[in-house]
C-alpha cells in the first residue's frame, strides 16, 4: 500500500513517467481526482482550480485585492462564489491529499504532496528535472510545438510552479533533501527512471 510523489520541472516528463511507473506497479494515479476533491470543498467549479494552478500568481494577486472591498464578503458567503485564494488552496491541499494517500498504491503528480506527505510512512518521494534545452526538447516532441512556443511554455510554466510552491512556505522545493530519489532526465530516459522507483518501491516492501 505505497504512496509515491512526482514532483517535476516543467517539460521534464513528470506526467509521462508517473503513467509508465503506475502501469508498472498497477498503480493509480491521483491527479484530476485531486482537481475534483479541490473544487468539491471550494465550492467552486473544476475550472476554477485548473486556472487557479495554471495562472497561480495572477489569480493570487487579483484575490488580494478583493480584501480591501465588500465583494470579498459576497464572494466567500456565496456558495456559487467561483473564489479560490493561496490559503483556500493550501488549507484545503493539506486535508485531501492524506485523505488520497490513504487509499494506497498510488502515484501523486505535484501538488505540493512531497511537503503535505513528509514522514509518512510507505510513500517515496520523487524529483524529476532535466536541463532546460530538453525540456524544451521533450516538449516539441510531445506536443508537436514549434520550439519558440515549447520554450515559452517551459519558462511560463516554470514561472507558475515557482508562484505555487511558495504558497506551501516549506523551504526550497527543488532541494534534495526532500526527496528519495532525484532523477535527471538529461542523464536518464524515463523508462530507466521508471525502473529505478520501481525497484525503490519493491525493495523497500
Known sequence: MSVITISRQFGAGGKTLAQKVADKLNYKIAHEEIIEKLAQQA???????????NEGRGLL??????LTRQRFIDHVMDENRNYMDGEIYIDILDEIVPEVADEGNIVILGRGSQFILKGRKDT????LVAE??????FMQEQYGLSQEKAREAVD???????ALMRLFKRGDYDDATHYN???????MDLDMAAELICEMVDGAS
Open 43 to 53: 465550492k467552486v467549479s473544476s475550472d476554477v482550480v485548473s486556472a487557479f494552478e
Open 61 to 66: 494577486k487579483r484575490a488580494s485585492n478583493f
Open 181 to 187: 530519489l532525484v532523477i535527471n532526465q538529461s542523464k
Open 124 to 127: 517515496y518521494h520523487v524529483l
Open 156 to 162: 511560463r510554466q516554470g514561472e507558475r510552479r515557482e
Open 132 to 137: 532546460r534545452d530538453d525540456r524544451v526538447r
